[in-house]
T-cell receptor, first 115, second 110 residues
């Protein structure tokens, strides 16, 4: 399967713990995005990487959230001191670098439950 | 930023009928729109896209119509099948981010 992969698929944690999610984009896709989706809502943009550079961050990305893409390939999203309000599906997407506005290919998501 | 919204939260159609899902957007400068399908427990899946220099685009059993005058787009699904049951989102770019509406849940009944 050459699509976007995300690990783990599910994560249950206690409030206050730190969690880290991984995203492997489609190979050769320079652009990588993180979104958050809560029940009954559409995905909400969190952050964007072009290669290893983080070029855009949403106001939703509080200081407890940090994302990295150290070698321009896979990316990690860490949430520190998790809160119950962080419970959501975290989606990763990637797209090729072809000018402005392209289809984004989404992974299956990581569902986070904070108890 | 861009704001997109879907007109109806739920749409129920009979198998074999045509489905129409509508979406409105706010930013007249938006030039690229995508329709995604999301099944339960899965990530959004690309269906079809359209750029602002077009008013219609067809795919396999799907057609997207874009009316820039009223900032409206629609997704038409021909001969709807049970496998089409899912939540459908329209999305438009704002900077690097895709802005999604809340989604329309399509339920196909036999």
């Amino acid at each position: 399967d050459t699509g976007v992969s995300q690990n783990p698929r599910h994560k249950i944690t206690k409030r206050g713990q730190n969690v880290t999610f991984r995203c492997d984009p489609i190979s050769e896709h320079n652009r990588l995005y993180w979104y958050r989706q809560t029940l009954g809502q559409g995905p909400e943009f969190l952050t964007y990487f072009q290669n290893e550079a983080q070029l855009e961050k949403s106001r939703l990305l509080s200081d407890r959230f940090s994302a990295e893409r150290p070698k321009g390939s896979f990316s990690t999203l860490e949430i520190q001191r998790t809160e119950q309000g962080d419970s959501a599906m975290y989606l990763c997407a990637s797209s090729p670098l072809q000018g402005e506005g392209n289809e984004q290919f989404f992974g299956p998501g990581t569902r986070l439950t904070v108890l | 930023g861009e704001s997109v919204g879907l007109h109806l939260p739920t749409l129920s159609v009979q198998e074999g009928d045509n489905s129409i899902i509508n979406c409105a957007y706010s930013n007249s400068a938006s030039d690229y729109f995508i329709w995604y399908k999301q099944e339960s427990g899965k990530g959004p899946q690309f269906i079809i896209d359209i750029r602002s220099n077009m008013d219609k685009r067809q795919g396999q059993r799907v057609t997207v119509l874009l009316n820039k005058t009223v900032k409206h787009l629609s997704l038409q699904i021909a001969a709807t099948q049970p496998g089409d049951s899912a939540v459908y989102f329209c999305a438009a770019y704002s900077g690097y981010a895709l802005n999604f509406g809340k989604g329309t849940s399509l339920l196909v009944t036999p």
